[in-house]
Each structure stands twice: as structure tokens, then as C-alpha cells.
């Protein structure tokens, strides 16, 4: 592993002339810049490719353009601009972070590492993003790009996660630079989505070729020692009620995955839904995949000529199909109702 202080080596400038000729500044969330669209761009971009991001943090900001029309927005709103995009939690994580800075900050966002911390889906990574990105303060990073791009160059050989996440963090404070920072943040976050890749990296095109340890030696990625888990199966049934020109659905409110969400009833019977007679029933199978989690959801599609009222507690609301997308709702059951 190269030794940075020893070898008096100083990465940030190259990573800096790189991406001043060779970024990707034509990206959304790098024109305009504001800690509220950094912030909202960060997080869309945890866990989720920029291509996939990009015309999510369009609508969002289209509906949304200040941290002041946030702060109107309700959780329903702002999860209805997420669907499709997985990952909900980040999305609930917004709402509560702009209902802590509207309660408690005065409705401004923080200027501060700490207290960017201290709001909801913000961790030291995020943080340090901010920071770097929106008010130019030294402060290193370390999401999966990053980790990547300093692992291999300076030959990271640790396979236990808590000591190899220790030593990039101590490296990446080590090489971050107090000049240039917004440059160099961005720089080093496109050398490892469009160079240092993790198949196939282009050693020839990287501004880091003639210092790096793995320079054209790329090793195969260490097997890092973790439980191997097989993912589950869930079954899931639904009975889904629709008229014409409305569907019935119900909000989730379990501690799982889509709480939140807007779905089809899981619970017929209690939701007396079969007390209305349908005039035409047909099924519908459909295998979902989630990070943690395959679902195979059996949904019962009951057709009616009127919406009729629902006896129960349950949060619901019988949504008109030209509304679909002001409500949040996972990407398959949103494909159906489409068909429907």
C-alpha cells in the first residue's frame, strides 16, 4: 500500500485538471448551485445510478425548485415524486429533514458539518458532499466511487469492512485539498462512475495512471468477509377495486418495506371489500425484486360500476386514474393500474 505522506504524493491536483476537461459538468445538479440542490441531488444518487437519478431530480425540482416550496410539501407529495425510484426511506428521510430544519432551523438549511448531520439520511459522506459541493469547505468524502477509485490506488489490501471503510476514511481526509475542493469532490466521484469502474477500468484515460498502485494491474475485488445471505421470498396477496375512472387503494403504514406507499387491499375481508359485487374478476402474478427481498405478488383485480364505502379504519381513498402520480406508489402496482 503506498505510503501518501512518505511518497509526498498529491493526487488532488491531478483529479482537478481531469475533471475540469473531462467531467461531467453538464450534470443537473452541478448548474445552479444551492446547498438545497446538492442536498436533494445527494440523496437521490445513495444506492442509485446517476442516469437512472437525472430525470427523477428534474421533476423533483420542477415541482419543488426551493427549500421554501419544500417546506409546504407533505410526506404523500413528496413520496409520489419518488416512485419508481426504490428506496423509499430516503425519500421519508426528506420530509423529515425539512420538517426538523422548518421546526427547528428556522427554515434554514444548515451551514454546519454537525448539525448536517444531525438531520435525517445525512451521514458523514453526504455531509462532507455538502459541504465540499455547495459551500466549498475542505471536506473529504466517501461514497462507492470514491472508495473504489483510493482502494485501488493506493492498493487497499484490508478485507474486514470496519478496518478497510477505517483506512479510506484516513485516506481520503489525507488526500482531500483545501483549494479546489468543489472541483476535486466531483472530480474524484466521476473518475470512479466513469474510469475506475468496477469492470473493466479504463487505466489508460485515468489522470491517476502514472501514480497509482494498481495502474493497468487491476486486482480482482477481494472477497470481503460478510454473512453471504440468501435473499427471501415473499408472498404477497392484493385485492385491487376499481371502477372506470377510480382505484382504491390503501396507505401502509407498517415499519417495512413501502411503508408509506399507497397499495392495493391487503385485507379484503376487513376492508369489506367483497360486500360490493364485482362484474368482472381476473388475476394478476408479478415477481418484484428488492434489494433485501423478492416478492411475488398475487394481485386480484375486481372491477366495479361504482365506488362504493369502505368500513374500516384503514387509511384509503379511492384515486382517480388521471391522479395515479400524485400519490406514491411502487413501480409495479403502478404498472398495472396503468393497464387497467
Known amino acids: 500500500m503506498i505510503n501518501l505522506q512518505k511518497n509526498n504524493i498529491?493526487?488532488?491536483?491531478?483529479?482537478?485538471?481531469?475533471?475540469?476537461?473531462?467531467?461531467?459538468?453538464?450534470?443537473?445538479?452541478?448548474?445552479?448551485?444551492?446547498p438545497y440542490r446538492v442536498w436533494i441531488s445527494e440523496i437521490m444518487l445513495q444506492q442509485t445510478q446517476v442516469k437512472t437519478v437525472i430525470p427523477y431530480y428534474k421533476r423533483f425540482l420542477r415541482k419543488f425548485p426551493t427549500l421554501d416550496s419544500?417546506?409546504?410539501?407533505?410526506?404523500d407529495e413528496i413520496i409520489a415524486l419518488w416512485s419508481g425510484l426504490g428506496f423509499y426511506r430516503r425519500a421519508k428521510n426528506i420530509f423529515k429533514a425539512k420538517e426538523k430544519i422548518r421546526l427547528e432551523l428556522n427554515g434554514k438549511f444548515p451551514k454546519d458539518f454537525e448539525e448536517l448531520k444531525l438531520l435525517p439520511g445525512i451521514g458523514e459522506s453526504t455531509a462532507g458532499a455538502i459541504m465540499?459541493?455547495?459551500?466549498?469547505k475542505s471536506y473529504p468524502i466517501l461514497d462507492a466511487n470514491v472508495k473504489r477509485v483510493l482502494s485501488r490506488f493506493a492498493k487497499v489490501k484490508e478485507t474486514s469492512?470496519?478496518?478497510?471503510?477505517?483506512?479510506l476514511w484516513e485516506i481520503s481526509s489525507n488526500v482531500t485539498p483545501k483549494s479546489d475542493i468543489f472541483e476535486y469532490t466531483q472530480g474524484i466521484m466521476d473518475l470512479g462512475?466513469?474510469?475506475?469502474t468496477t469492470k473493466d477500468p479504463n487505466c489508460l484515460q485515468c489522470p491517476l495512471n502514472e501514480i497509482?498502485?494498481?495502474?493497468?494491474?487491476?486486482?480482482?475485488?477481494?472477497?470481503?468477509?460478510?454473512?453471504?445471505?440468501?435473499?427471501?421470498?415473499?408472498e404477497l396477496d392484493f385485492t385491487l377495486a376499481y371502477t372506470n375512472k377510480h382505484i382504491l387503494?390503501?396507505?401502509?403504514?407498517?415499519?417495512?418495506?413501502?411503508?408509506?406507499?399507497?397499495?392495493?387491499?391487503?385485507?379484503?375481508?376487513?376492508?369489506?371489500?367483497?360486500?360490493?359485487?364485482?362484474?368482472k374478476q381476473h388475476n394478476v402474478n408479478v415477481h418484484h425484486k428488492l434489494t433485501h427481498l423478492d416478492l411475488n405478488l398475487n394481485i386480484n383485480l375486481l372491477s366495479y360500476n361504482n365506488i362504493f364505502k369502505v368500513k374500516t379504519n384503514a387509511e384509503h381513498c379511492w384515486i382517480k386514474k388521471t391522479q395515479i402520480d400524485s400519490f406514491g406508489m411502487p413501480a409495479p402496482i403502478k404498472k398495472i393500474i396503468s393497464t387497467l
Open 10 to 34: 498529491d493526487i488532488g491536483n491531478y483529479i482537478v485538471d481531469w475533471y475540469l476537461h473531462a467531467g461531467r459538468q453538464d450534470l443537473p445538479w452541478r448548474n445552479n448551485i444551492s
Open 70 to 75: 419544500l417546506m409546504v410539501a407533505t410526506e
Open 132 to 136: 465540499s459541493i455547495a459551500y466549498k
Open 161 to 167: 469492512l470496519s478496518k478497510r471503510d477505517k483506512k
Open 193 to 196: 462512475a466513469t474510469i475506475c
Open 212 to 234: 497509482c498502485a494498481s495502474s493497468y494491474n487491476v486486482e480482482a475485488p477481494k472477497k470481503i468477509s460478510k454473512v453471504v445471505k440468501i435473499k427471501p421470498v415473499r
Open 249 to 279: 387503494l390503501f396507505k401502509r403504514n407498517q415499519e417495512t418495506f413501502w411503508e408509506g406507499l399507497w397499495l392495493p387491499s391487503e385485507d379484503p375481508k376487513s376492508h369489506n371489500i367483497y360486500n360490493s359485487k364485482s362484474v
